[in-house]
């Protein structure tokens, strides 16, 4: 089958969709602009999960595929001065969601149209919320997949940095499990004048953050993958209170259940522990839980000698495993058992991959500060290559619902 080039219609949503992002949830205009965009089509179309929607293509006897695509955006600004950059500010499509709409959308479209190059159902799920966790289930709560049965396989996508021509696939492992918590220490508040008459939380939140840093590198074997990243902390409104609260959020990523689990328990230990030795309390919410990628070696066998015999043998190669995570996976938690795919285009500038940059200057003293910010990159945005992870099934022991939100664990110390 010959692909041809992105048609001008599918490219003017792309940018559409680029310039008027939405957050999870509120994707009301982009559902509104994918379902007047497939209208023409002979998709059944209806709404699903709130804000996303179902599109069904029916041509008739053979395999049902889904294909998944997920509409939200990123609560960032965009700096990036293109010409369809965001209209909306502090909102962003910073994680190609624009993408995989537009794509799907276009793809879609073109099957509509070529139906003598094709056999079978194809749906179209259109995923709202993904960056919170709750659109996959709330498009199964909302019925995805009742007209058509479990489809045989289904396919999704993302779009990540990389050298552009490139499309990389990998069987087994491909995207690690996530799982993440916020946690708040909690002690006493006062004057920094006299912090003994009071009980600091942020001495014990950093004694926590730092302590943590350790238990990838001294706890877990260097040849399994594992990744626990603090990426927010916030304490205190004035330089001379001690703040009765700090909060921070930790992340944790791993392929194999056994060390996703040490992971957990190792961060628990060491802020109950911390906890105890500062004399504060502090309580531990989880705020998400997702399975790892395991890409099903024979569906992702298939695709790769499909997208070699369009983009040529060079261009499909397997890329190494990834920490990154998706959303995407949560649906398949009812339908275990099932070979699955995941097509993840890459938008990239042209040249190699580039690291972020650097700062310029060595570190000065607080004293002696220029003001000066180092340089700064932003996403494009702009489609590119394609990465896929194909065929992913999910181990038995991620079998459980990723998304419980209000486990919490809490050590006090009065």
């Known amino acids: 089958m010959n692909v041809p080039e992105a048609p001008a219609e599918i490219l003017d949503l792309y940018r559409d969709l680029h310039a008027h992002p939405e957050l999870s949830g509120r994707e009301h205009r982009t559902q509104a602009t994918v379902r007047a965009a497939l209208e023409p089509t002979a998709a059944r179309i209806r709404d699903c999960g709130g804000t996303g929607l179902e599109a069904v293509l029916r041509n008739g006897e053979g395999p049902t595929v889904a294909f998944r695509a997920d509409l939200d955006a990123l609560p960032l600004h965009e700096n ?9 500010p502090g909102v962003m499509h910073a994680c190609g969601h624009d993408v995989h709409t537009a794509a799907l959308t276009g793809a879609m479209r073109w099957l509509d149209r070529h139906r003598d190059t094709w056999r079978g159902t194809l749906v179209g799920v259109f995923q709202p919320a993904e960056e919170t966790g709750a659109g996959a289930l ?3 709560d909302d019925g995805l997949f009742e007209a058509t049965g479990k489809p045989d396989v289904m396919l999704g996508q993302h779009v990540t940095s990389a050298p552009l021509g490139r499309l990389l696939v990998r069987p087994g492992w491909f995207l690690s499990a996530q799982r993440s918590w916020r946690i708040t220490v909690t002690g006493t508040g006062g004057h920094a004048s006299r912090p003994h008459l009071a009980r600091d939380p942020l001495v014990t939140a950093v004694a926590m953050v730092s302590r943590l840093q350790s238990v990838v590198s001294r706890e877990i074997d260097p040849f399994r993958m594992a990744v626990l990243t603090v990426a927010t902390f916030h304490a205190g409104t004035k330089e001379n209170v001690i703040p009765a609260e700090a909060v921070f959020t930790v992340s944790a990523r791993a392929y194999e259940p056994e060390v996703a689990e040490h992971l957990r328990t190792a961060m628990l230990r060491i802020v109950h522990g911390e906890a105890a030795a500062g004399g504060v309390d502090a309580r531990v919410e989880e705020i998400s839980h997702l399975p790892a990628v395991w890409n099903d070696p024979a569906e992702n066998a298939r695709a790769a000698r499909a997208l070699a ?3 040529g043998d060079a261009a499909a190669r397997a890329p190494g495993r990834s920490a990154a995570r998706q959303r995407r996976l949560q649906p398949l938690r009812r339908a275990p058992g099932r070979p699955r795919g995941d097509l993840e285009l890459r938008g990239a500038r042209p040249g190699p991959a580039r690291r972020a940059p650097q700062p310029r200057r060595p570190f ?10 180092g340089p700064g990159g932003g996403a494009g ?3 590119g290559t394609a990465e896929g992870h194909l065929g992913y099934r999910i181990p038995s022991g991620f079998l459980r619902d990723p998304c419980a939100t209000s486990k919490t664990s809490t050590t006090k110390h009065h």
């Open 381 to 383: 945005g702009a489609p």
């Open 138 to 140: 709330a498009m199964l």
């Open 80 to 88: 990036t001065g293109l010409p369809y950059a965001s209209t909306v």
């Open 309 to 311: 015999a369009v983009f």
């Open 364 to 373: 000065r003293p607080a004293s002696h500060r220029s003001g000066r910010r």
